[in-house]
C-alpha cells in the first residue's frame, strides 16, 4: 500500500485514468464490431455509415494514447479494405 501522500495521489489518479481509458476501449470496440456487423448482413451503405462514425473513433483513441497509432491504423486501413470490397460489384 502506498505511504506518501504523492504516492497515494498518484494511485487516486491513475485510477481515474484507467476508468476513462476503459470506457474509450469500450466505446472504440462497439464502432469497430458495427461496422463489421453491417459488413457481415452484407449492406454496403451501412457498412459505409458505420466505418464513417468508427474512424475519427479510432484516431481519437490513438490521440489519447488509449491505442498505440499503428494499431489505429492498421484497424481503420483492415475495415476500409473490407467495405470497399462489399461495396464493388462481383464480377
Known sequence: MANTSSAKK?????????????????????????VEEAIASGDAT???????????????????????????SRKVSRLAKRVKALSAPTA
Request: avoid cysteine.
Open 10 to 34: 498518484a494511485t487516486r489518479k491513475i485510477a481515474r485514468r484507467t476508468e476513462v481509458n476503459k470506457a474509450r476501449r469500450s466505446r472504440v470496440r462497439t464502432f469497430v464490431r458495427q
Open 46 to 72: 451501412l457498412a459505409k455509415e458505420a466505418f464513417l462514425a468508427a474512424q475519427p473513433e479510432l484516431a481519437r483513441a490513438a490521440t489519447k494514447g488509449v491505442l498505440h497509432a499503428n494499431t489505429a
